[in-house]
């Protein structure tokens, strides 16, 4: 048996190795690694799988958080809504450019955004919302997109955990996740439901001024080369990052129904027991499972993961640590016990391994060891 790993990337790599080797190969004989037409091939092909008009590739997922808000001309003390209970790069972001991060707390059974805290935070400071789709579900976009339009927020969708998510709207239109807002933003991050081998990200928008703006922002704001209209960074996706993810993307689907697949072979191991939360799925959205996070009450969740490391199968905390308690960001604005559910789930989460290669002999001894922490 293939050794338990909460991401495996190795087992996944041997399945379509001649391919990536030539797609790799290719780029480094045509030298055409950076802005090579694989860039653009990839940039259009994800564009026609998102129903999008518009995709540009980055050099990582938070960069891509940076030059959306810098697109959208958000400026110093301008406040921007995001979920205290997600990973550090969505709140970084903002306070990097000098934006004032409002945290909110999350539902207790979806772990994505409040929307009613969402509104209780919106003062006349307030610019953007950052929903978070967060462990590969949608954040409920409908009541956000209703509350950006009456207060004019931009909504910039953190999709790094959930690209080919759908969402469906009240009127059954289903759309996919980060096509929604007024930018999409995900990561190519190798362990991501779209990785490649490297670090890479992207922005997603329909408005075609905000694509000229961003494409400009990321290339040191020049449109034309040498004379730069704005403050800009030098990001880019590469050519050979690209070059994988084209193989990968046609891969996208068939890896959710893989990680749907281990998803409920966990869920009928747990769904009775006492001690344990399976995760919710959210009835406006698919779940593409970038984590499958289960719930502990009545036990140590500390102590399951112990054991589980003790039997050579890992689990994770994502995340151990609200926002709002990190030194970083735990300013003067914030005190422990404001936001009770994101505080309750740092304490009571735990991730199995989840990933598009676990077999039933894994997910057996996975599901067995968990079962047997609680009969110990
Ligand atoms: C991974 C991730 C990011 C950042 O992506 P990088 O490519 O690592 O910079 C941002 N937000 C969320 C929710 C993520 O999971």
Redesign the pocket.
């Known amino acids: 048996m293939n050794e338990i790993r909460m991401v495996d990337l190795s087992t996944q790599y041997k399945k379509m190795k001649s391919e990536i080797d030539s797609a790799i190969h290719n780029v480094l004989d045509s030298t055409a690694f950076i802005k090579g037409p694989e860039v653009k091939k990839f940039e259009e092909e994800l564009a026609t799988y998102l129903n999008v008009k518009h995709v540009i590739g980055c050099a990582?997922?938070?960069?891509?958080?940076q030059i959306a808000m810098m697109a959208l001309n958000l400026k110093p003390g301008d406040e921007v809504i995001t979920a205290s209970f997600?990973?550090v790069?969505?709140a970084e972001a903002i306070a990097l450019l000098k934006l004032t991060p409002v945290l909110v707390d999350v539902y207790p059974n979806t772990f994505t955004i409040d929307v009613e805290a969402v509104e209780k935070a919106i003062t006349p400071k307030t610019k953007a919302i950052v929903p978070?789709h967060?462990f590969g579900q949608a954040a409920d976009m409908e009541p956000l997109m209703n509350l950006a339009k009456k207060h004019n927020l931009f909504i910039i969708e953190?999709v790094?955990?959930a690209i080919g998510c759908d969402y469906t709207f009240s009127n059954g239109k289903k759309v996919k996740t980060g096509t929604i807002g007024d930018i999409g933003?995900t990561?190519?991050?190798p362990s991501?439901n779209l990785g490649c081998y490297g670090?890479?990200?992207a922005l997603f928008t329909n408005d075609d001024t905000l694509a000229e703006k961003i494409k400009m922002i990321a290339n040191h704001g020049q449109s034309v080369q040498y004379y730069h209209d704005e403050i800009g960074v030098n990001s880019r996706l590469d050519s050979i990052q690209a070059a994988i993810l084209r193989i990968k993307l046609k891969q996208l689907d068939a890896y959710a129904e893989a990680r749907n697949h281990a998803a409920a072979y966990y869920d009928s191991a747990f769904v009775k027991h006492l001690n344990i939360t399976i995760p919710a799925r959210f009835s406006k959205s698919n779940h593409v499972f970038?984590q499958y996070t289960l719930k502990i009450e009545g036990a140590s969740r500390d102590e399951l993961r112990n054991y589980l490391q003790s039997k050579n199968i890992p689990a994770m905390i994502y995340y151990p640590v609200p926002l709002h308690m990190q030194k970083a960001y735990s300013n003067n604005r914030y005190k422990p016990g404001d936001f009770p559910v994101t505080e309750q789930l740092c304490k009571s989460v735990i991730s199995l391994p989840m990933h598009t290669e676990l077999n039933e002999e894994q997910l057996n001894i996975i599901t067995q060891s968990v079962l047997s922490f609680f009969n110990k």
């Open positions: 990582n997922g938070t960069d891509a958080l997600t990973y790069a969505t978070v967060l953190d790094a955990q933003c990561s190519f991050f991501k670090d890479g990200g970038h």
